[in-house]
């Protein structure tokens, strides 16, 4: 149990261009997911955390209105990247906990690469 | 914000080897979890682990929570291994700390 699945795993945009990323839990129902970025060599950075149903929290520095956010039901939350530029490629994970798991247990996506051009 | 630490930075073993790889936090911690991103970069769970010791195969885990460590062992290392071992944890809240990662290259 406890897969995460992450669509698309790689995408090339051009700038300017918005870039929608789908995270699943395909057999778990998720109350709260977490998006993640990488850099490459560099360690997990979180972005924001949402619950199904609420508006998410984005942690310090992450602009909400570029990095959107909707976890519509228990199994999927979306991540859009809007008006994509160079400096938005990244790889980006998303995680998520739930009910079946130890308190603040997380599953990981297999993440999704952005090169934006 | 809580601080985690992870040493070594690098490390590269001889296959079958055995390793100990170190987190330390700089707070009081309610989930401790040990990961190995793969070369594609999958996050894996090893280990949740906020105190106590655990087992899974060749790979174990302590964490003593009253001193702010966990250690991750990995033995007879095989090159399966290889990739970043990530230690993460949260405190207040429900949001995950990564430490740093070890980098480690195993060799036939």
């Known amino acids: 149990g406890a897969v995460v699945s992450q669509h698309p795993s790689w995408v090339i945009c051009k700038s300017g261009t918005s870039v929608k990323i789908e995270c699943r839990s395909l057999d778990f129902q998720a109350t709260t997911m977490f998006w993640y970025r990488q850099f490459p060599k560099q360690s997990l950075m979180l972005m924001a955390t949402s619950n199904e149903g609420s508006k998410a929290t984005y942690e310090q520095g992450v602009e909400k209105d570029k990095f959107l956010i909707n976890h519509a039901s228990l199994t999927l939350s979306t991540l859009t990247v809007t008006s994509a530029h160079p400096e938005d490629s990244s790889f980006y994970i998303c995680?998520?906990?739930?009910?079946?798991?130890?308190?603040?247990?997380?599953?990981f996506g297999p993440g999704t690469r952005l090169t934006v051009t | 914000g809580i601080q985690v630490e992870q040493s070594p930075p690098d490390l590269i073993l001889q296959e079958g080897a055995n390793s100990t790889l170190r987190c330390n936090f700089s707070d009081s911690v309610n989930n401790l979890q040990w990961f190995h991103q793969n070369p594609w970069g999958q996050l894996i769970n090893l280990f949740y682990i906020p105190s106590g010791t655990k087992q899974n195969g060749r790979l174990s885990a302590t964490t003593v929570a009253t001193e702010r460590y966990s250690l991750l062992y990995i033995s007879s290392s095989q090159t399966t291994d290889s990739g970043v071992y990530f230690c993460?944890?949260?405190?207040?809240?429900?949001?995950?700390?990564f430490g740093g990662g070890t980098r480690l290259m195993v060799k036939p």
């Open positions: 993460a944890v949260t405190n207040a809240g429900n949001m995950l700390t």
């Open positions: 995680s998520a906990s739930g009910w079946d798991f130890h308190t603040y247990e997380q599953y």
